[in-house]
C-alpha cells in the first residue's frame, strides 16, 4: 500500500516538473497535465481512505485465542491510540483538521451555468450587513481558515490554513497559512480610475490581522458580529503565513470564531478610491461606509469572482481560474433577482429557466401530493426516494433553522410573560403545521433543532387551549371593562386595548394564511391582530430598530450552541443587534457566560437545557418550526442545454442529512 503510494507521488512529482518546463509554450497541453494530476491525487486520497478503513477494521478484529487441538491463529493486535490523528475534533497541541478533501471534484465535469433564484442583498459589507443574503454572497467568493465538510460538519478540516494548534487551555490558536493564494482582482481595475488594482496579490496573515481589528473597532457597526469577538486579546501576523489569535479567556466560541474567520481584502478596503491609504485611526469609520461597498464591489479569494449584479435583476459568478482549492463544476453561477412572486418562479422551472427551486408547502400540495404536474413523480410513502424518478425530481429536505413568532418586552402590551404564555397558548401549533405546511417541519419549543443533543425535551408544550390563555391575561390584569368585546387594561393611567400589529414577510401565502388562522383564535378571547407585511429588506430595518409589537421571524441554526447574541441582556438593546425582543434575565445571562467557558459536553448540554428551560418559561419567542421543504431540480432535460443537472443525489446519499443539499458534486457533463 505504502509503495504505490509512493510511486504515485513520485509521478506526481514529475508530472509537475513536467509542467513548470512546458508551461510556456503547450497551454492545451498543460490543461491535460492538470487534470492528470488531478486524477492522481485523487487516487492518493482514496489510497489513503481506504488504508485508514483497513486500519480501523483490523483495530476493530477480536483476537482469536487458540483452544484445545484448534490451530492456531495469529493474534491481532489494535494499533495503540495516537493523540494526532487529524480527526477534525478539536484538541490541545496537535493539529487536529481533517485534510482538505478535492475528492469531489472532476474536472472533466467542469462547465456550464448553474441557474437559480436569488435576492437583492441589502448591502454588500461583509462585517456591517450580516443578512444571509449578503452571506450567501460572500461566501461564494471568499474562504475562511477552516471549514466544516459537509460529510462531518461537526468536524472540521483544512482549508486557506493547513494546520492550527491550539495551546493556552484553549486560548491561543496560530495557523499556519497555505502558500500561494491570491486574491482575486475585482471587475473594476479593468478601469483606468481604479487600475492601481489590476496586479496579484497573495493572500497573508496579515489580511486576517486586520479583518480582526477592523471587526474589534467600535466605530465598525458590527455590534453582533463583534460580541463573539470581545475576548479576543491579540492578534499577531510575525510573517506572511502565520496567524495567532490569543483570546483572554477560554470561551468555546473561540473555536468556530478563529476556525471560521474569512479575510477582507487590506489592500482594498485599507485604501480610499484612489489608492491612497487611509489612516490607521480613520479606518473604522470610512470601512462603515466604504467606496468599495458603495459600487457594489466583492472580492474574496474563494472560487468564485462576483462580476457584479443589477439590483432586482440579476446576479452574477464567474468560476476564478486561479483558484487554490476544488471548485464546484460550473463556470458561471447565476441568480434571477427579478421573479419574485413564487408562482412565477415555479413556472419559470418548469420551463427550465433555473435548475433548482424549493417547493412552497402550498405548491408541494398542488404539484405533488395533488400529482397537478405530472412531471414529478407521486409520493410513496414506501419509497422516500421515489422523488427522483420524475423529470421533474423532488427530496424533502431538513434544515438547520427555526421560526418563530416574537414578543416585544419592551412594550406594555407583552411585557408580563403571563401574556407572552397566553399567546403561546392561543396560537394552534400542530394544526397549523398540518393544514398550512402540510406536515412540512417538526414542532419546536425552543431554539435548538430537536435532533439536537442539545435540545431540553423534557420542556412541555404550550398546547393550544384558549381557556387556558383567558385564564393567564385575566391574572395578568386584562380583562374586558367597557364590554366592546376587546380586553383592556389600565396602564399609566390610560386604558390600553389589546390591539397590536404583528409584523411578516410577504410574498409568503403560509404566513399570510397562518396569522390569518391565529388572528380569529385570538379574537375568541379579545385580542385584536393585524398582520401586516413588509418587503425583506424592510423587515430587516424592523427587526434591527425593534420597530414592532409583534414580528415574524426565523434563525439559522449553527453546529455550536452558543446564547450570547440572541439572549444575553447586553445585546437588548444595541442598535441593530439580535436581540431584537428585548429579553432580560440576569441566570440567563450567568449561563450564556458558563456556557462559554465551558468545552466539556456533558456539562455544555446540562447548561444549555436550563437556559431553555428558562427561555420556555419566560416566552420572548413563540416557537414554531424547525425548517423542512421540498428541493426540486432539473433530472431530464437535455444536455445540450444544460438542463439535466446530475449528481444532486451523491449528495443526498451520502452529506450529512442537514447539509446534503451541497452543489460539490452537481455537474451537467460526463
Keep these: 500500500m505504502n509503495a504505490a503510494k509512493w510511486t ?17 509554450r503547450q497551454p492545451q497541453q498543460l490543461q491535460r497535465v492538470r487534470q492528470s494530476v488531478d486524477r492522481l491525487e485523487l487516487a492518493l486520497q482514496e489510497l489513503s481512505r481506504t488504508q485508514r478503513q483497513l486500519a480501523e477494521a483490523l483495530a476493530k478484529q477480536p483476537a482469536v485465542i487458540p483452544q484445545g487441538n484448534q490451530p492456531t491463529t495469529t493474534t491481532v493486535h489494535a494499533p495503540a491510540f495516537d493523540p494526532t490523528v487529524q480527526d477534525g475534533n478539536p484538541k490541545l497541541g496537535v493539529n487536529f483538521l481533517m485534510p482538505y478533501d478535492r475528492s469531489h471534484y472532476h474536472p472533466e465535469w467542469q462547465g456550464g451555468t448553474l441557474k437559480a433564484f436569488g435576492s437583492t442583498p441589502r448591502g454588500l459589507n461583509p462585517l456591517t450587513d450580516n443578512s444571509s443574503t449578503s452571506n450567501d454572497v460572500h461566501a461564494r467568493c471568499n474562504d475562511s481558515l477552516c471549514e466544516r465538510p459537509a460529510t462531518h460538519p461537526e468536524q472540521w478540516s ?8 491550539i495551546s493556552d487551555d484553549y486560548q491561543t490558536y496560530t495557523f499556519t497559512l497555505r502558500k500561494g493564494v491570491r486574491w482575486q482582482r475585482p471587475t473594476v481595475a479593468s478601469q483606468a480610475k481604479y487600475a492601481w488594482l489590476a496586479k496579484d496579490v497573495p493572500l497573508t496573515a496579515a489580511d486576517f490581522k486586520f479583518t480582526l481589528d477592523l471587526i474589534l473597532n467600535p466605530a465598525v457597526d458590527c455590534p453582533a458580529l463583534r460580541n463573539y469577538y470581545e475576548d479576543v486579546e491579540k492578534v499577531e501576523a510575525p510573517d506572511d503565513h502565520t496567524l495567532i489569535v490569543r483570546w483572554k479567556r477560554k470561551v468555546y466560541t473561540s473555536l468556530s470564531f478563529s476556525m471560521g474567520l474569512s479575510p ?18 480613520q479606518q473604522g469609520v470610512a470601512f462603515n461606509k466604504h467606496w468599495f461597498d458603495e459600487i457594489s464591489g466583492v472580492v474574496g479569494v474563494g472560487a468564485f469572482i462576483f462580476e457584479g449584479y443589477e439590483p432586482d435583476k440579476v446576479m452574477r459568478f464567474r468560476r476564478n481560474p486561479d483558484y487554490w482549492g476544488a471548485p464546484l463544476h460550473f463556470d458561471v453561477i447565476e441568480l434571477n433577482l427579478e421573479v419574485k412572486k413564487d408562482d412565477a418562479q415555479l413556472i419559470a422551472f418548469k420551463n427550465g429557466q433555473v435548475h433548482t427551486h424549493g417547493l412552497t408547502p402550498l405548491r408541494y400540495k398542488a404539484e405533488i401530493l395533488d400529482h397537478k404536474e405530472p412531471r414529478f413523480a407521486a409520493l410513496d410513502p414506501n419509497d422516500p426516494k421515489a422523488g427522483r424518478k420524475g423529470e421533474l425530481a423532488w427530496t424533502r429536505f431538513k434544515a438547520l433553522n427555526f421560526s418563530y413568532l416574537g414578543w416585544n418586552i419592551r412594550r406594555p402590551l407583552f411585557s408580563d410573560k403571563r401574556v407572552r404564555q397566553a399567546m403561546s397558548h392561543a396560537f394552534p401549533k400542530e394544526r397549523i403545521i398540518n393544514e398550512v405546511f402540510f406536515g412540512l417541519g417538526q414542532a419546536i419549543l425552543t431554539d435548538v433543532h430537536p435532533d439536537n443533543q442539545y435540545a431540553n425535551k423534557a420542556v412541555k408544550p404550550y398546547a393550544f387551549d384558549l381557556e387556558r390563555a383567558k385564564v393567564l391575561l385575566a391574572e395578568a390584569g386584562w380583562s374586558d371593562s367597557d364590554g366592546d368585546g ?8 390610560k386604558r390600553l386595548p389589546f390591539r397590536f400589529i404583528i409584523k411578516y414577510y410577504s410574498d409568503s401565502p403560509e404566513w399570510d394564511n397562518t396569522l390569518l388562522i391565529y388572528k380569529n383564535e385570538l379574537r375568541r378571547i379579545g385580542i385584536d391582530v393585524e398582520p401586516k407585511p413588509f418587503q425583506w429588506k424592510e423587515l430587516i430595518r424592523v427587526y434591527e430598530d425593534k420597530d414592532f409589537d409583534a414580528v415574524v421571524g426565523g434563525w439559522r441554526m449553527d453546529w455550536d450552541i452558543d446564547y450570547y447574541q440572541l439572549w444575553h441582556s447586553t445585546q437588548a438593546d444595541v442598535q441593530g443587534g439580535s436581540n431584537h425582543c428585548g429579553f432580560k434575565n440576569a441566570r440567563v445571562d450567568e449561563l450564556a457566560d458558563k456556557l462559554r467557558a465551558t468545552f466539556e459536553t456533558p456539562e455544555r448540554i446540562a447548561i444549555a437545557k436550563e437556559i431553555q428551560a428558562i427561555i420556555h418559561e419566560e416566552q420572548p419567542y413563540t416557537f414554531f418550526r424547525s425548517g423542512e421543504g421540498i428541493f426540486v431540480w432539473q433530472n431530464h432535460g437535455k444536455p445540450a442545454t444544460d438542463l439535466y443537472l446530475k449528481g444532486v443525489t451523491i449528495g443526498l446519499d451520502t452529506l450529512h442529512p442537514l447539509v446534503n443539499r451541497s452543489a460539490a458534486n452537481w455537474h451537467f457533463r460526463e
Design 264 to 281: 477582507l481584502p487590506r489592500h482594498i478596503y485599507g485604501h480610499s478610491a484612489d489608492g491612497t491609504p487611509i489612516a490607521p485611526e
Design 486 to 493: 376587546t380586553l383592556d387594561k389600565e396602564v399609566d393611567g
Design 8 to 24: 504515485l507521488l513520485i509521478v506526481t512529482a514529475a508530472l509537475l516538473i513536467y509542467m513548470a518546463v512546458d508551461r510556456w
Design 158 to 165: 483544512a482549508n486557506l490554513a493547513e494546520s492550527v494548534i
